[in-house]
């Protein structure tokens, strides 16, 4: 029995080896079963009690574990198994050592690989560094050579311009000189014309006077002559009457008459004298009566040559003040042309240089895109390989799969800002085009500035502007097209000009330029008066606002269902989607005079009530608002024929 106690502690030391023998080499613990056992052994102690013959007391105990001496054949097994699979796991994990040497090994390959692909790529970017600065390089030069290049083109063109400008000046002024001349040979053969005639005249009247003095003598012969011969008639007379009388009396017929006394001889003289003297009278006064008519008619002659003389003076004076009042006008006109001019000017180098500017972005996304696209190819390929090569390391493939789709979203991106600088070069184009085209026709035309045309209105504009199509035989707007074209770009109100500023900047430009242009402080005063009278009463700015606006657009759908108009549906169809008005400039002349005051009056009173407007209430009318941004120009324009064709007419003071 005392056997047994001893080895108990052995069997079970035994155990504790056995159970420690499951550790791996490393210290990791194994599987606890048989160690769990003890915890549900059933043991028996006993105690034993002896005296020592020193008279002490001794005890003796013993422990006996029944459950473990049943079971030390199932522990040995056990324990047999454990070692087995000690020597197992002591193989797997040689060969988990193996892998692991491997997976370093590839590792370590796939180091120097990237060591050496890093490297290339090293390379690489410095050798794109170095391409980006020369193409930078270049293309600074050739900007700078292109500036060259349209800076004395410019130049040239001014100075052609200037020069074409001066021979016109010239031209002018040799047939200024001309027609001076002209009228100064004029007015000396006017001169000479008149003396000629005065000689002419001086030599009919020396022509009369010796006429007249030679009537004189021969009048006076003549009296003479008639003297002596109405003498002899008056004496024939008397001897036939003193032989009648005798007769009468009964003398013979023979008989001569009594002799006449000296009396009556005196007394028929004195007849006789009187008679030559009273028809001698008679045609003196003829005489001078004749000679006053033709001094009157001298005299109106003279009156008529002076008046004449002066007129032909008035008319000359009146050409020279004309072609000198020309000359100030088109020397007034000069400096708008020259200041329009070198704004146009300014502008298309502005135009040129975003074009350009977006040409490079074009190439610069171009050349992105090109580098998005090899890399994904790259990567592809490295992808590949690499799932040829080993088999696939899954950590690996989803990084390149992560990378072919950062350079898929990079590669959209780039596409997306090359559409978008495509649409803007478009745009751009468009616009130096027509500033091109602008400034052409305002070097053909320098008289056009400050007196309105009557030429056509076409005024295109791809992106946002609806073309102005107007013939010159329309009313007053369609007639003075381009005018009304050139005072719509001063005012800034074409859609391409709006659609480049921010939305705010943009409705305040525009109810600014309308305010300008359509209210008058004099005229207008009964109106603010009304819409303050409203707003006192409790109605909204807002909703003042809206319903001028709503006024406008019904003068305008009445005009877009006009049978005239072409394309109504699709106008009208714009129309009620909020866009841009499909208008025509016959329509606004055809427009009719009983809406004219209705719509100028809904007119003022939006821009009266805008600005009153807070800026909860602007924010709620932001689409009113840009839809009256988008068609400023047929706004503005339909105050102008609403000024034109309204009635009454315009009062004195008035400034549009």
């Not at 998005?372 to 950590?395: I, P, Q, S, Y």
Request: hydrophobic share 40%; proline share 3%; charged share 25%.
């Amino acid at each position: 029995m005392l056997n047994s106690q001893l080895d108990a502690p052995t069997t079970q030391a035994e155990l504790q080896d056995g159970a420690s023998q499951a550790e791996d080499p490393n210290g990791s613990v194994g599987e606890q079963q048989v160690i769990g056992m003890l915890a549900i052994g059933s043991v028996e102690t006993q105690q034993v009690l002896a005296l020592s013959s020193n008279g002490v007391n001794k005890t003796w105990y013993a422990t006996r574990n029944i459950l473990e001496e049943s079971l030390s054949e199932s522990i040995q097994a056990l324990n047999s198994v454990i070692c087995e699979d000690a020597h197992d796991t002591a193989v797997w994990r040689e060969r988990m050592n193996l892998l692991k040497q491997k997976e370093f090994d590839r590792k370590r390959k796939y180091v120097v690989i990237m060591a050496q692909l890093n490297d290339q790529k090293m390379r690489l970017r410095f050798f794109e560094s170095w391409r980006r600065l020369v193409l930078k390089h270049f293309l600074q030069r050739d900007r700078q050579v292109a500036a060259s290049d349209l800076c004395t083109l410019s130049k040239y063109r001014l100075l052609r311009r200037n020069f074409s400008k001066w021979g016109n000046w010239h031209d002018r002024q040799l047939r200024r000189q001309r027609r001076a001349h002209l009228v100064n040979a004029l007015m000396a053969a006017n001169d000479r014309t008149q003396v000629l005639c005065f000689f002419q005249r001086w030599q009919i009247l020396a022509v009369q006077r010796r006429l007249r003095r030679f009537l004189l003598e021969c009048l006076e012969l003549i009296a003479q002559a008639s003297a002596q011969r109405l003498l002899s008639v008056y004496y024939c007379k008397l001897r036939a009457f003193g032989q009648l009388r005798g007769a009468r009396k009964g003398a013979s017929p023979g008989a001569l008459p009594p002799p006449l006394s000296s009396a009556q001889l005196e007394r028929l003289a004195a007849k006789a004298q009187q008679q030559t003297l009273h028809r001698a009278l008679h045609k003196w006064i003829g005489f001078t009566q004749r000679q006053q008519e033709m001094a009157t008619r001298r005299t109106a002659l003279d009156r008529y040559a002076e008046v004449f003389l002066r007129a032909g003076r008035a008319r000359v004076g009146r050409v020279v003040f004309h072609g000198w009042r020309r000359w100030c006008l088109r020397r007034r006109r000069l400096h708008p042309l020259r200041a329009l001019a070198v704004l146009l000017e300014s502008r298309r180098g502005l135009h040129l240089r975003e074009v350009f500017y977006l040409r490079w972005m074009e190439w610069l996304h171009r050349s992105r895109l090109r580098q998005g696209v090899e890399a994904t190819k790259e990567v592809e390929a490295r992808l590949v390989e690499l799932e040829r090569t080993h088999g696939g390391d899954l950590f690996e493939k989803l990084r390149l799969q992560g990378r072919i789709n950062e350079l898929i979203d990079r590669q959209a991106q780039v596409e997306m800002n090359l559409a978008r600088d495509r649409e803007r070069l478009d745009v751009l184009k468009a616009t130096s085009e027509r500033i091109c085209r602008r400034l052409g026709e305002s070097e053909g035309d320098p008289a056009s500035v400050g007196s309105p045309p009557s030429e056509d209105f076409n005024h295109g504009n791809e992106t946002a502007l609806m073309p102005f199509s107007g013939d010159g035989g329309g009313g007053p707007i369609a007639a003075n097209a381009r005018f009304y074209r050139r005072l719509i770009d001063q005012q800034r109100l074409s859609p391409g000009v709006l659609a480049q500023m921010p939305a705010a900047d943009a409705i305040h430009h525009v109810f600014a330029q309308l305010k300008g242009g359509v209210l008058n402080l004099y005229t207008d005063l009964a109106l603010f008066r009304q819409v303050k009278d409203r707003r006192r009463g409790g109605i909204a700015a807002a909703a003042i606002f809206l319903e001028a606006f709503a006024e406008v657009k019904r003068a305008v759908l009445a005009v877009l269902k006009t049978p005239t108009t072409a394309s109504a549906a699709s106008s009208v169809a714009s129309f009620a989607n909020g866009g841009r008005w499909g208008l025509r400039l016959e329509a606004l002349d055809r427009l009719p005079a009983h809406h004219c005051a209705g719509v100028l009056s809904a007119i003022k009173t939006m821009v009266v009530a805008y600005d009153l407007l807070s800026p909860s209430d602007a924010e709620r009318i932001s689409s009113t608002c840009e839809e009256v941004v988008q068609n400023a120009d047929w706004i503005f324009l339909f105050a102008r024929a609403c000024y034109l064709r309204r009635k009454p007419a315009l009062p004195v003071n008035n400034r549009v």
